[in-house]
């Protein structure tokens, strides 16, 4: 079993900034990619970054394309995400994934509220 913990919503101002964190803990070695999904209200979730354990691959949606950088600490077990110029449509709650690939998220976490004000 793989952990998840998010933290680092919050409210903040259009136009502003925030970094997302995810700490992963337990058997994190069977882990092979790590992603940030997010579901608005009334919406279906969507996908929004993901990465490879090893950091080299990256993949990111239109939508956060340019604004957004994931990243992550293979010493610390820790997801990151950077989001900038943030817009009200990017309201939603924040979850980080785990799985054994891109495409295969096993493990979430119980996400992480992030509200822009226009």
């Known amino acids: 079993q793989v952990q998840l913990v998010e933290s680092g919503g919050g409210l903040v101002q259009a136009g502003g900034s925030l970094r997302l964190s995810c700490a992963a803990s337990?058997?994190?070695?069977?882990?092979?990619?790590m992603g940030w999904f997010r579901q608005a209200p009334g919406k279906e979730r969507e996908f929004i970054a993901s990465?490879?354990?090893?950091?080299?691959?990256?993949y990111y949606a239109d939508s956060v394309k340019g604004r957004s950088t994931i990243s992550i600490d293979n010493a610390k077990s820790t997801l990151y995400l950077q989001m900038n110029r943030l817009k009200p449509d990017d309201t939603a709650v924040y979850y980080c994934?785990?799985?054994?690939?891109?495409?295969?998220?096993?493990?979430w976490g119980q996400g992480t509220q992030v509200t822009v004000s226009s």
């Open positions: 994934a785990a799985g054994l690939s891109l495409q295969d998220y096993k493990y």
């Open positions: 337990g058997r994190t070695f069977s882990v092979y990619a």
């Open positions: 990465t490879t354990w090893s950091g080299r691959t990256t």
